[in-house]
């Protein structure tokens, strides 16, 4: 279909396709993927002539020496160079261009290094200075296969290691998590859209600070011999689709974002254009005496030019949520949403959608062995239905356990990325228990690495929202399903809670609250992403749900916490339409439709009060956690001038009721 169909005139969108959004940095046209592997190496040769040769009757090598031998063991691919008249190099050169106009490295792009001397008075008569970086060399390694990434890991990184599974281990420095306070946005003429002010995850700095990052980062990435430049893709929808380029200084980051990208065919290569271009300088640190800055990480998002640099900071998953971001600027601009969401389907073609912070079994739930994962952290509704934004996944594992999360374990093989995590010196075993780095260990592996999973990763229009908490006072149900108000409303709290142990400090549970279950990610206002969802959800007759993976019987360290088996028993009632006519009753506070009767779980167990000992303390308990509720609301009172306030006083009246008397 045509890009400009995509997008549907409504109060949050505006109408203009992705092409439009994109024409500047010149969208890349569509090309469906005939294959199921999207899997490349640059400039891999192949013979397509089908004739099997034949053997040589005498089985000796065609080498006179043991250095002739390798050298026909491996050969070399094609190499380019800016003399060549070819548009990969050229744009890769344009994305390393300083925004000042100074001359910078010579680069050459393919897997021999040839040191030649630069032309000097070329240099000169551009007007540029001459300096030893504009006489340096910078290789290139663009698009590099998993096995020539691990090698360059295992003989240039400390830390990296081969496993008995076949992954690469490896360490992200410092942070082994990322860093949102130090996230920055630039604010301009084009942010106009962009969310600012109270909850908003969006600091705003001015374009001059952008570009002195940006020209810190091109200048470290100009001191290595050699970086890598990953091209891939973002959304699997072919109308949908966003150009991405990654420069980078590590093998592993390389590795780790070429896997979770949607890797392009050779053919996509040739005259790619990125719509999206991250500069990840992580192992270099910003000025923190440059305006804006709060420590020696930065992280810094243009949506004029559509960049990202980052300064301080080697953990990967900032590369990931980077692109995400941008998504959550461009995408609702069509009217397309944009979320932060797992998504499987059904052998009769029906579509779940799993929100949830960490923590609440948005991937594990997700990743189910009789339903075809189509994507398990961010995904787009679009006109045509869902398509993931991903072309691989970013698992937690600590305590990953192969009877209970198979799928994810299964996946942990080559071409498959551990972080942080503590292995056995001899055998290369991993200890998933261990958390002696950190407890954000990590799993990053591309889609095929599971095996249920559909490919494209797309499908058609949701019939199940599911909304997952972790909720460590035990007072809200297993399962309970929501109005389109409640959805609204419970989508743009984002509710979990922490528990004594997890963090410094923290001895009784603790609500967290992320707006539509992703606030460090959001761009534009959170009830611009609520409305898209309620349309969509009205239009598309969606069922919505509230599903606690949490604490029952009582609070944390009371209470238990809801067995595995017990809520996939539920989520798979959600999706046979059990629950759907189930008989049911309604929660005082948050007034929850609450089904009675859930196969394979205890009807004790579905309605919380029943196993709380003091029905008192459950009481109080309950209005505690809708009054936390309520106050973290307020500072969504307006729409945030993204929708009308009718739609306001929807949602808001959709809030826990905490002057209401609670029987017990």
């Known amino acids: 279909m045509s890009t400009s169909a995509i997008c549907q005139k409504s109060a949050c969108c505006i109408d203009r396709p992705v092409s439009k959004i994109l024409s500047k940095k010149g969208f890349q046209k569509a090309k469906k993927q005939g294959s199921k592997s999207l899997s490349i190496s640059c400039e891999a040769a192949q013979d397509n002539s089908g004739v099997r040769r034949l053997q040589s009757t005498v089985n000796t090598t065609k080498a006179n020496s043991v250095d002739q031998l390798h050298k026909l063991q491996a050969k070399d691919e094609e190499e380019y160079s800016f003399d060549d008249k070819n548009a990969a190099a050229a744009s890769i050169r344009n994305s390393l261009q300083s925004a000042s106009g100074s001359a910078n490295p010579t680069i050459t792009l393919g897997r021999r290094h040839k040191r030649q001397v630069p032309n000097v008075r070329e240099l000169l008569g551009s007007g540029a200075t001459v300096d030893d970086q504009s006489l340096s060399f910078t290789k290139v390694n663009r698009n590099f296969s998993p096995a020539q990434l691990i090698e360059k890991a295992l003989a240039t990184e400390k830390g990296s290691f081969l496993l008995s599974t076949g992954a690469l281990a490896t360490l992200s420095g410092a942070k082994t998590g990322r860093s949102p306070k130090d996230k920055r946005v630039v604010k301009d003429s084009t942010s106009e859209d962009v969310w600012w002010g109270p909850g908003s995850p969006n600091v705003p700095i001015d374009e001059d600070t952008f570009l002195k990052n940006r020209e810190r980062a091109l200048d470290y990435l100009h001191t290595r011999d050699e970086i890598y430049v990953v091209d891939g ?145 961010e995904h787009c509704w679009s006109e045509n239905g869902v398509f993931n934004i991903e072309g691989g996944c970013y698992a937690k594992c600590i305590d990953l356990n192969p009877k209970l999360e198979p799928e994810i374990h299964k996946a942990i093989k080559f071409g498959a990325i551990l972080e942080n995590v503590v292995f056995t010196k001899n055998t290369r075993q991993v200890d998933y228990h261990d958390c002696s780095v950190t407890e954000n260990t990590r799993a990053a592996y591309p889609i095929e690495h599971i095996e249920n999973s559909v490919i494209p990763c797309v499908g058609p229009h949701p019939k199940n929202i599911i909304l997952l908490c972790c909720d460590a006072f035990g007072v809200l149900p297993p399962v309970s399903k929501l109005t389109k108000s409640q959805a609204m409303y419970h989508f743009i709290s984002g509710y979990t809670a922490k528990v004594a142990g997890t963090e410094v400090g923290i001895t009784e549970p603790e609500a967290t609250f992320s707006a539509c279950f992703g606030s460090a990610f959001l761009v534009m206002h959170p009830y611009r992403y609520a409305a898209l969802l309620a349309d969509k959800m009205e239009q598309h007759s969606a069922n919505a749900w509230l599903v606690n993976t949490g604490w029952t019987g009582g609070r944390y360290g009371v209470g238990n916490r809801m067995k595995l088996s017990q809520t996939r028993a539920i989520i798979d009632a959600i999706h046979s339409g059990e629950l759907e006519n189930a008989p049911s009753t309604h929660t005082a506070v948050f007034n929850l439709e609450v089904p009675l009767e859930v196969t394979g779980v205890p009807s004790d167990v579905l309605v919380p009060e029943v196993l709380w000992e003091d029905k008192e303390e459950f009481a109080s308990t309950l209005q505690h956690l809708g009054e936390l509720f309520n106050k973290n609301f307020e500072k969504f009172q307006t729409g945030g001038d993204m929708i009308g306030q009718d739609v306001v006083d929807e949602i808001r009246n959709a809030a826990p009721q905490v002057d209401v008397v609670v029987n017990v």
Request: aromatic share 8%.
């Open 233 to 377: 893709f973002a959304g699997w929808e072919p109308e949908s689709r966003v150009a991405v380029r990654i420069v980078c200084a590590r093998p592993y980051h390389a590795m780790f974002i070429q896997q979770l990208l949607i890797r392009p065919i050779p053919e996509d290569l040739k005259d790619f254009t990125p719509d999206i271009t991250i500069y990840n300088a992580g192992a270099f640190p910003c000025n923190r005496y440059t305006n804006g800055m709060s420590s020696s990480t930065s992280v810094d998002v243009s949506l004029e030019r559509r960049e990202m640099v980052i300064l301080g900071t080697m953990y990967a998953g900032e590369m990931k949520k980077g692109v995400f971001t941008m998504m959550q600027y461009l995408m609702p601009k069509c009217g397309i949403l944009s979320m932060h969401a797992g998504c499987n389907i059904g052998k009769d073609n029906d579509v779940s959608l799993f929100f949830g912070l960490s923590g609440t079994g948005k991937t594990t739930l997700s990743t189910d062995p009789v339903r075809p994962l189509i994507g398990d952290d």
